[in-house]
């Protein structure tokens, strides 16, 4: 396995942990609303789009790098690199915590090439010492393996650095342009990545499509709400479906096998009592089966979770009348769904309280002619008429079911 990233959870929490990356906290479920906020389709097409360009394109070996960088519309680690910048900073802006799983699986895509040299490295040691190598390869062969693996571990860290720097150049691409280094093995290198991470666009597209069915059968019922507040148990729910072999379930279920667990111990430093804590680590080169365990979480610790009557995503409500999630829906000002609503429901209010100013002003008006004409009973009659369109065209307006022109002159006719 290549993996370079763990995720272990704690009640409501989860954390990630990457090879070389600090440790970061998230509330429970930022994982699978972040695969269902993200659109993934369209770089999964810029992907597949440069592939389909690049694969089986002639790489001349005399090429620098100074010479393809010179024209960016044909050089593939240009192409590849600016595909994961732009990719990266979509996963980035929607969820911090996506974005980490990310960045370990792009470790993991460029790094692993240096693990298999360091196992080749070690085999050759070994022959070198007349110890069995523990490869089927003659001593030739192994050689010639490692120079080609090594390659490939020099240009993967080339194009990893330049992924994250992009569009700048890191430090050791800039002496290899110097030095006038030749680029077609690094075009290759460029093309493995982008079918890497073409596959793993295909594998998240597909488990978006997948959870929102999980989801709906699970924490979310018919009406947007949680389903515990109706009185059901998710987990109770996830149970029944595991029983019932729910062919969905089970696709994701089968990827558990592809999960590498770690359990790590430390002692508390605020613990006066001592005592040492454990967590339970999970990694895995495939991402959906990450994602598929923070799900079992989410519906084992019966999470309260809805549909934002803003922008439609989920988000855990902090009580049963919170129907607005915090996600910035308006990027200029930074304002919410929580505080657009707000101000909606405001300017609602204000609009119904003019529309009842106008309709008490008239209505007054009108018991005014009365008043003064006590013996009038078909002033009376038709007082009583139009107070009963009135009332019906405010409670219209109110519902929004007529707008404000209609309503006005409703409230004037016979005035």
Same mark, same amino acid.
């Given at each position: 396995? @290549?993996?370079?990233?763990?995720?272990?959870?704690?009640?409501?929490?989860?954390?990630?942990?990457?090879?070389? &990356?600090?440790? #970061?906290?998230?509330?429970?479920?930022?994982?699978?609303?972040?695969?269902?906020?993200?659109?993934?389709?369209?770089?999964?097409?810029?992907?597949?789009?440069?592939?389909?360009?690049?694969?089986?394109?002639?790489?001349?070996?005399?090429?620098? %790098?100074?010479?393809?960088?010179?024209?960016?519309?044909?050089?593939?680690?240009?192409?590849?690199?600016?595909?994961?910048?732009?990719?990266?900073?979509?996963?980035?802006?929607?969820?911090?915590?996506?974005?980490?799983?990310?960045?370990?699986?792009?470790?993991?895509?460029?790094?692993?090439?240096? /693990?298999?040299?360091? !196992?080749?490295?070690?085999?050759?040691?070994?022959?070198?010492?007349?110890?069995?190598?523990?490869? /089927?390869?003659? &001593?030739?062969?192994?050689?010639?393996? $490692?120079?080609?693996?090594?390659?490939?571990?020099?240009?993967?860290?080339?194009?990893?650095?330049?992924?994250?720097?992009?569009?700048?150049?890191?430090?050791?691409?800039?002496?290899?342009?110097?030095?006038?280094?030749?680029?077609?093995?690094?075009?290759?290198?460029?093309?493995?990545?982008?079918?890497?991470?073409?596959?793993?666009?295909?594998?998240?597209?597909?488990?978006?499509?997948?959870? /929102?069915?999980?989801? $709906?059968?699970?924490?979310?019922?018919?009406?947007? /709400?949680?389903?515990?507040?109706?009185?059901?148990?998710?987990?109770?729910?996830?149970?029944?479906?595991?029983? #019932?072999?729910?062919?969905?379930?089970?696709?994701?279920? @089968?990827?558990?096998?592809?999960?590498?667990?770690? &359990?790590?111990?430390? !002692?508390?430093?605020? @613990?006066?009592?001592?005592?040492?804590?454990?967590?339970?680590?999970?990694?895995?080169?495939?991402?959906?089966?990450?994602?598929?365990?923070?799900?079992?979480? %989410?519906?084992?610790?019966?999470?309260?979770?809805?549909?934002?009557?803003?922008?439609?995503?989920?988000?855990?409500?902090?009580?049963?009348?919170?129907?607005?999630?915090?996600?910035?829906?308006?990027?200029?000002?930074?304002?919410?769904?929580?505080?657009?609503?707000?101000?909606?429901?405001?300017?609602?209010?204000?609009?119904?309280?003019?529309?009842?100013?106008?309709?008490?002003?008239?209505?007054?008006?009108?018991? %005014?002619?009365?008043?003064?004409?006590?013996?009038?009973?078909? %002033? !009376?009659?038709?007082?009583?008429?139009?107070?009963?369109?009135?009332?019906?065209?405010?409670?219209?307006?109110?519902?929004?079911?007529?707008?404000?022109?209609?309503?006005?002159?409703?409230?004037? &006719?016979?005035?």
């Amino acid at each position: 396995m @290549n993996y370079q990233t763990y995720l272990f959870f704690d009640g409501r929490a989860e954390y990630i942990q990457g090879y070389d &990356t600090p440790q #970061h906290t998230f509330p429970l479920g930022s994982l699978v609303f972040g695969l269902l906020d993200m659109e993934f389709a369209p770089y999964l097409e810029q992907a597949t789009g440069l592939l389909d360009r690049f694969r089986g394109m002639d790489f001349p070996a005399g090429r620098t %790098m100074a010479q393809s960088l010179a024209e960016p519309g044909t050089c593939a680690y240009y192409q590849a690199a600016s595909f994961y910048h732009g990719l990266a900073e979509a996963v980035r802006a929607t969820s911090p915590a996506l974005f980490d799983l990310l960045e370990g699986y792009c470790s993991a895509t460029f790094r692993r090439f240096k /693990r298999e040299l360091d !196992r080749m490295t070690g085999q050759l040691s070994q022959v070198n010492h007349r110890q069995p190598s523990g490869s /089927r390869l003659s &001593t030739n062969s192994l050689f010639q393996r $490692a120079v080609h693996t090594g390659n490939l571990a020099l240009t993967s860290d080339l194009l990893e650095g330049y992924c994250r720097s992009f569009p700048a150049y890191t430090e050791q691409m800039e002496v290899f342009i110097e030095l006038d280094a030749q680029d077609a093995s690094l075009c290759e290198t460029a093309l493995l990545f982008l079918e890497s991470f073409a596959e793993l666009l295909r594998q998240l597209t597909q488990a978006a499509e997948d959870f /929102r069915s999980l989801i $709906a059968s699970t924490l979310v019922d018919e009406d947007g /709400r949680p389903r515990t507040e109706h009185g059901q148990s998710p987990s109770e729910v996830l149970a029944e479906l595991a029983e #019932h072999g729910d062919s969905t379930y089970q696709k994701y279920h @089968n990827l558990e096998d592809d999960i590498h667990i770690q &359990t790590r111990y430390k !002692r508390p430093i605020d @613990n006066k009592k001592g005592g040492i804590s454990a967590a339970t680590f999970y990694a895995s080169d495939t991402l959906p089966a990450l994602l598929f365990l923070e799900f079992v979480q %989410m519906c084992a610790q019966n999470l309260p979770v809805a549909v934002c009557e803003s922008c439609h995503r989920l988000f855990v409500p902090f009580s049963s009348r919170a129907k607005y999630c915090d996600r910035v829906l308006d990027p200029e000002t930074g304002a919410t769904c929580k505080d657009i609503a707000a101000k909606l429901a405001y300017a609602e209010e204000l609009k119904a309280d003019k529309a009842k100013e106008l309709y008490n002003k008239m209505r007054n008006r009108y018991q %005014m002619r009365c008043s003064r004409a006590p013996g009038n009973q078909k %002033m !009376r009659d038709d007082y009583n008429a139009w107070r009963k369109q009135a009332q019906m065209a405010l409670s219209k307006y109110q519902l929004g079911e007529i707008g404000w022109e209609t309503f006005e002159k409703v409230i004037q &006719t016979g005035l």
